[in-house]
């Protein structure tokens, strides 16, 4: 069973750059054909796509925040990572990783870790 | 504004049949598999529907998908109290290179 775990600052300053990173266990992340992914909410509102990355290293992500983000994979750890940059209060939200399977699409979700972007 | 549009509510009583709609657009639901996520109350989303109409294993077939044209629909029959949750449908969009995610739709069983 695949699970992921995210982990990081829950406090982050305004201007500065927001790092999380997504644990993988019960599976290799660079086995089969996935895409990972990251997914914010902010408190009482909807799910806002991030973007995702292949184990290949190519990329995909939201127009509206493809400026400030960069996600990268480490296979060595199983791991992968979000950072945002010149973050402000509108990026405080929970902040999900996620597998992106070319099938099933969205199938397994981290527990989510709350980001909260204030002096 | 979300790219995808869904009614922001949605009720029914306990045994009832509701139906949530998602409606998009030809870069979008019109040439795209839909996809539905549930998200209990303090949870994480969790993947309802798949591929327009298909179940992971596991979710019962109280929840079925659709899609005709440019938009979407999430039944779920014999409502129960445990079903109260929000529902949002995803998809990718072809003009934006991403996927997008409806506005979420709060069902509540009366």
């Known amino acids: 069973q695949v699970q992921l775990q995210e982990s990081g600052p829950g406090l982050v300053k305004p201007s500065q750059t927001l790092s999380l990173t997504c644990t993988v266990s019960g599976g290799s992340i660079s086995s089969g054909s996935y895409y990972w992914s990251w997914i914010r909410q902010p408190a009482g509102k909807g799910l806002e796509w991030i973007g995702r990355?292949?184990?290949?290293?190519?990329?995909n992500y939201n127009p509206s925040l493809k400026s400030r983000v960069t996600i990268s994979v480490d296979t060595s750890k199983n791991q992968f990572s979000l950072n945002l940059s010149s973050v402000t209060a509108a990026d405080t939200a929970v902040y999900y990783c996620?597998?992106?399977?070319?099938?099933?699409?969205?199938?397994?979700w981290g527990q989510g870790t709350l980001v909260t972007v204030s002096s | 504004q979300s790219v995808l549009t869904q009614p922001p509510s949605a009720s029914g009583t306990p045994g009832q049949r509701v139906t949530i709609s998602c409606s998009g657009s030809s870069s979008n639901i019109g040439s795209n598999y839909v996809y539905w996520h549930q998200q209990l109350p303090g949870t994480a989303p969790k993947l309802l529907i798949y591929?327009?109409?298909q179940r992971p294993s596991g979710v019962p077939d109280r929840f079925s998908g659709s899609k005709f044209g440019t938009s979407a629909s999430l039944a779920i029959s014999g409502l129960r109290s445990e079903d109260e949750a929000d529902y949002y449908c995803a998809v990718w969009d072809n003009s934006l290179s991403g996927v997008v995610f409806g506005g979420g739709t709060k069902l509540t069983v009366l």
């Open positions: 996620a597998r992106d399977n070319e099938e099933a699409g969205l199938d397994y």
């Open positions: 591929r327009n109409n």
């Open positions: 990355i292949y184990t290949s290293g190519s990329t």
